[in-house]
């Protein structure tokens, strides 16, 4: 059996540079979750930051709705109240005159082409 010589400094050497390549490998596996992770924050604060808007906008309406511009602007718009010193004004209409109505306007559909039918059925979601 021949006597194997081992050298140490090339031992050492393939040791560290197989322990370099693990902590390569660690500290990419560690970007990656740093970025999935800044992704994600993103998102959070993104999803806050509209909740956020949508806040202030629910707290401006609410201010606005029980302010009394909003209740009179109701009561003259919706309500039909008027104030003191206005004359409501009530159209009539003329003795023996017929009411006017619009006729509704049908729209005429396009008949499809037999590609067009078979591309509809296939291909559109």
């Known amino acids: 059996m021949p006597h194997l010589q081992i050298n140490f400094r090339r031992v050492a050497v393939f040791a560290g540079i197989f322990i370099l390549i693990l902590l390569v490998i660690e500290f990419n596996s560690r970007l990656e979750e740093l970025n999935r992770l800044n992704d994600q924050r993103d998102q959070v604060r993104m999803v806050?930051?509209?909740?956020?808007?949508?806040?202030?906008a629910l707290q401006t309406?609410?201010?606005?709705?029980?302010?009394?511009?909003?209740v009179e602007?109701?009561?003259?718009?919706?309500?039909h109240y008027v104030l003191e010193g206005d004359q409501p004004v009530v159209p009539l209409v003329q003795p023996g005159s017929q009411p006017v109505?619009?006729?509704?306007?049908?729209?005429?559909?396009?008949?499809?082409?037999?590609?067009?039918v078979w591309?509809?059925?296939?291909?559109?979601?």
Not at 61 to 70: D, K, L, N
Not at 73 to 79: L, M, N, S
Request: aromatic share 12%.
């Open 48 to 56: 806050a930051t509209q909740a956020a808007q949508t806040e202030m």
């Open 61 to 70: 309406q609410v201010a606005y709705a029980s302010s009394t511009a909003a």
């Open 73 to 79: 602007e109701w009561a003259r718009t919706e309500g």
């Open 101 to 116: 109505i619009a006729p509704t306007v049908q729209p005429t559909p396009t008949p499809m082409q037999n590609w067009e």
């Open 119 to 125: 591309w509809g059925l296939f291909f559109d979601e």
